[in-house]
C-alpha cells in the first residue's frame, strides 16, 4: 500500500508565504512525476506545477515566479514553496505522484489535501 501524506497549509494573509509537503510511503520500487494540483469549491481541480524525477519543473501559468516546486528523492517527498500569495490562491492542494510499487504495479495516487487560506 502507497500513501501520500501532505503538510503545511495553513491560513496566511495576502503577500505571504507558505511551504507544503508531501511524503510518499509504503511499498514504493520508483516515484516517476510529482506534482501539486488545486480545486477551489465550485471550481475543477488545476495544475499548480508538476516535477520528473530528474527534477524538471513545469508551472501552470498563473504560478509562474511565485511558486517553486521541488523534491527529494531519497526522502520520496515533493514541496511547493508559494510567495506572494493571493487570495485567489485559496484552495485545497493536492500532492500527487506516479508510483511503480514492490509489486511492480504502477499507479497515479492523490493525497488528502491540505487547505490554504489566503485572506485580503
Known amino acids: 500500500q502507497v500513501q501520500l501524506v501532505e503538510s503545511g497549509g495553513g491560513l496566511v494573509q495576502a503577500g505571504g508565504s507558505l511551504r507544503l509537503s508531501c511524503a510518499a510511503s509504503?511499498?514504493?520500487?520508483?516515484?516517476?512525476?510529482m506534482g501539486w494540483y488545486r480545486q477551489a469549491p465550485g471550481k475543477q481541480r488545476e495544475l499548480v506545477a508538476r516535477?520528473?524525477?530528474?527534477?524538471?519543473?513545469n508551472y501552470a501559468d498563473s504560478m509562474k515566479g511565485r511558486f517553486s516546486i521541488s523534491r527529494d528523492n531519497a526522502k520520496n517527498t515533493v514541496y511547493l514553496e508559494m510567495n506572494s500569495l493571493k487570495p485567489e490562491d485559496t484552495s485545497v492542494y493536492y500532492c500527487?505522484?506516479?508510483?511503480?510499487?514492490?509489486?511492480?504495479?504502477?499507479?497515479?495516487?492523490w493525497g488528502q489535501g491540505t487547505q490554504v487560506t489566503v485572506s485580503s
Open positions: 500527487n505522484a506516479d508510483i511503480w510499487s514492490r509489486q511492480l504495479v504502477k499507479n497515479d495516487y
Open positions: 516535477i520528473t524525477s530528474a527534477g524538471s519543473a
Open positions: 509504503g511499498s514504493i520500487l520508483r516515484i516517476n512525476d
